[in-house]
């Protein structure tokens, strides 16, 4: 009997490829560090909230969905990105030696460039957020956090921002390879039991600037995109530092408290939907698609442009938590607001 069931288990190994391998090893030992900070945090509850062991389980059911959707033939989308990469390759202004460490050094900060962008992206373009907005729906800010990812990437197409480095030079296996070592990195930052790490600060992307990150404050909203590294938000304006005296309150502005795993995937596509429907044009209907969460045609949402002003008439700094009324449009503001927030009266509000 044991035999045969590790003769089962051998004929399985050998029969994984390299890749599958890797994501076995590294995905078991993710998970295992993930349950140990769980308890670790159980153990240590003063000043601080018990750990969400309910939002555990339901990420690892929305991982079990994203097995099940990676076992369905690529998209249209996902599925053009990689022949595009492909034909970029074939097409590529020039060879980038692998063989040569400076070749490894130009993919990194390549990667990294378009990773930011990809990133950025996914915050300020509602298609993109309406996948992406699945990593942030975590109420608390800890391991499980890194593997809350969308079943719905394939549809989005987010890989399409990497096929411009093959044209690049670089061939499309190692663009992907580089892809997978980013986002391993990040899986660390993604914890409040780390304190700030001094002059690493605004160098690497550390867990300090990934709490802004994942921040509900209006303050800290759509900034340190980097993953390995903050050079691009630095250069392009989007580096926040934390604030000691700064409390931060995880997840979306407008939190998530369900625990179903489906829902909580796709009920920003429910909410595109219901707008595009309504939409009572094609350029409408294209801005609730493409602009910013929160965009309204009226100018009556709450992007995180509105957000700030709001909460600067509110409390007189661009700052804080929004207040649920405000989010849920039953908080009649004075007409200083609606003029420093471009007339935003709260009607349409898609969750941020």
Not at 18 to 30: E, N, S
């Amino acid at each position: 009997m044991l035999d045969t069931i590790f003769q089962s288990l051998t004929t399985f190994w050998q029969n994984l490829d390299a890749t599958r391998m890797l994501m076995l090893v590294l995905g078991g030992l993710a998970v295992s560090i993930t349950a140990l900070e769980g308890v670790a945090i159980a153990r240590r509850l003063k000043n601080r909230e018990a750990y969400d062991w309910g939002a555990f389980w339901t990420t690892v059911r929305i991982n079990g969905w994203r097995l099940v959707v990676e076992a369905i033939p690529m998209g249209a989308v996902l599925g053009a990105s990689l022949p595009l990469g492909a034909w970029m390759y074939e097409h590529r202004v020039w060879t980038v030696p692998m063989d040569a460490w400076w070749g490894w050094v130009a993919m990194f900060f390549t990667t990294e460039f378009f990773y930011y962008w990809m990133h950025r992206a996914g915050h300020r373009i509602r298609w993109y957020w309406a996948s992406h907005q699945v990593h942030h729906s975590g109420n608390q800010y800890n391991l499980a956090a890194a593997f809350r990812q969308s079943i719905t990437g394939k549809i989005t197409g987010g890989f399409v921002f990497f096929a411009p480095q093959c044209l690049l030079g670089f061939p499309p296996e190692v663009v992907l390879f580089s892809y997978a070592m980013n986002l391993v990195y990040q899986f660390w930052i993604h914890t409040d039991l780390v304190p700030k790490l001094g002059w690493l600060e605004g160098i690497l992307n550390t867990p300090s600037a990934h709490r802004v990150h994942h921040a509900a404050n209006v303050e800290y909203l759509d900034a340190n995109y980097g993953g390995t590294i903050l050079l691009f938000d630095r250069l392009f304006g989007t580096y926040v530092p934390e604030k000691d005296n700064v409390t931060i309150r995880y997840g979306l502005v407008k939190q998530v408290t369900t625990y179903n795993a489906l829902k909580i995937c796709l009920h920003e596509w429910g909410s595109i939907a219901r707008d595009v429907l309504r939409a009572r044009s094609l350029k409408d209907a294209l801005g609730y698609m493409f602009m910013p969460p929160g965009w309204a045609p009226d100018g009556k949402g709450l992007t995180t442009e509105q957000l700030r002003a709001h909460m600067k008439v509110l409390t007189g700094s661009a700052s804080g938590v929004p207040p649920e009324a405000l989010l849920d449009g039953k908080m009649p503001l004075p007409a200083m607001a609606q003029n420093q927030a471009d007339g935003v009266s709260p009607s349409h509000v898609p969750a941020r």
